[in-house]
């Protein structure tokens, strides 16, 4: 459909400035877009001589769906001198969307009226809480499952190198990792901090992220931000790494700040947590971000260190009042997750490391989780990573020494948190280094991994086991086996699959008719046993430890 555009200028109650609006500032990029896809209309003006480009062009788009639903959503200025400004806009369905663009510049109101037509193609969609099975998730396009399995890349955009962020992306969804965490702020001198001294600061990678305009951008402590103006260059990049990410399925966790307690990283403090200069910042990458279907927001890292649950409440409650997409939500804190019943988080999110966060805390956390009244999915969303050995850990003697962070032992203890109905986040060594040691890796602290970091190899096994099955109408029942085998039944006991820790495994079904199939959690290699005819099934004597079975009734 040819869209016809429609250009109003208005004069307000005070005097005209100098500067008028161009002729065809306005222009709709495209009149025909994917469903889950963005449709962009962007606004050129005369660069600003003065004044403030980022507060001072307001801009509203409402998009009506020829059904009569609408949807209302914000624009940004995405050039340092004001030149130009964007509204995007996600259509959900497909259809005929009329829309009308109102703003001020220079004292005048502006609009500009069109219509786009949204096409189906296919596309997965935004990830949504499945409303009939809400300790799990589903692509709201296609209405498939979604098996969260994710990993942290906290300082992806640290590259210089826009290959290298692609390359990473490339890799890990290969790796069937469809979840991936960048922080959009965040400040540090090198890896140290974190007893990881192979990661550090160079030419090709940086772990000083600039958000907003500073006054020195190479300073750790005191870059000078100027809250009210935003880096663009900055933006962009992560633009064009949510676009890369989307086209492979891949959603990313956009986190506010990590490590906000640290140098420069928060330059609003709590002097001036949740003020309006702190919620303009939320604001912006809510407009920026918004219409990019695989974004998720965390509000922040590690809220406890540097804010209180008050402020994790009101800029929760304003991330989702200000998108118009309600895209999923959460925030980062430690063992306990006090927002369980909140209208503003649509999962739990917690960190619990090695064996406090294993089969049983998880199983603890989704019996708090029922008791709010108010299902949902539980995650455990950073459990030590890889062959990494900080001060901290599980308990108060919580440090761990090599092999007991190594890949068979995170994976063991994914197994056992999806074993419980939850999801886990993983995190790869980062001790092949970058701009130090190898120079080939990076791992959890930015994402690169290079051929010797086989854990997700692991990992991808597991996605295959769940994704065989209807894991999502399953739940934990460990009363039909014995110790060291972990059991998810499905009720209407058509499907059962366990995880094998160690000894013969047993399992109680009713009288009637299985296929069994076993399979090794680390090959991925599977072999058929002979049909059961239910009652006692009791597997092979020399099944050994680590094998993940499947009856499924024929």
Known sequence: MKSLHLLVLCLL???????????????????????????????????????????????????????GDSVRVEGFCDAQDGSLHRVRFMPTRPGTYRFTIRGQYNGKFIQYAGSLTAVPAGRKGMVRVDPQHPYHFIWEGTGEHYFWNGTTTYWL???????TIRDAIDRLAKLKINRIRVVINGRQPGGDRWAEPMVQDCDE????????????????????????????????????????????????????YVDGMDHGSDPFRKANMGGEDEKRYYRYAVNRFGAFSNVMWDVTNEYHLFRNEAWA?????????????????????HGSFPFRASAWTDFA???????????????????????????KPQINEEYGYEDHY????????????APG???????????????????????????????????????????????????????????????SVDYWRMAPNNALTHHGTLCLANPDNSQYLLYVQSGTPILNTPKQDYTVRIVDIWTGQSRLMPDFKGGIWVGPQDLGSDKAIVLQRK
């Open 13 to 67: 109650s005070h005097p005209l400035l100098a500067q008028r609006l161009p002729q065809n500032a306005f222009a709709l990029q495209r009149d025909k877009v994917d469903v889950y896809d963005y449709a962009e209309v962007t606004l050129r003006l005369p660069a600003f001589r003065a004044g403030n480009p980022f507060t001072e062009v307001p801009l509203t788009g409402t998009f009506r769906h020829e059904s």
């Open 205 to 256: 990678f940086t772990l000083k992220l600039n958000p907003w305009v500073a006054k020195d951008p190479t300073s750790l402590d005191t870059p000078g931000f100027d809250v009210t103006r935003y880096n663009v260059a900055h933006w962009q990049r992560i633009d064009r790494m949510l676009a890369f990410a989307r086209e492979r399925n891949v959603n990313v966790s956009l986190i506010f």
């Open 405 to 467: 962070r190594d890949a068979k032992t995170r994976t063991r203890l994914a197994w056992e948190i999806c074993m419980a109905g939850g999801y886990q986040t993983t995190g790869e060594r980062a001790d092949r280094g970058s701009c130090a040691g190898n120079n080939t890796g990076g791992g959890w602290i930015n994402g690169r991994g290079d051929s010797t970091m086989i854990m997700l190899h692991y990992y991808g096994v597991m996605y295959d086991v769940f994704t």
């Open 349 to 375: 999110m917690t960190q619990d490391w090695d064996e406090c966060g294993g089969y049983y805390k998880m199983l603890s956390n989704r019996q708090q989780q029922a008791q709010t009244g108010v299902p």
């Open 313 to 333: 409440e009101q800029m929760g409650s304003y991330l989702r009042e200000r998108d118009p997409y309600k895209h999923l939500t959460s925030i980062h804190g």
């Open 157 to 163: 955009m640290g590259w210089k190198n826009e290959q």
């Open 390 to 401: 900080p001060e901290w850990g599980c308990g108060p003697m919580g440090k761990k020494v």
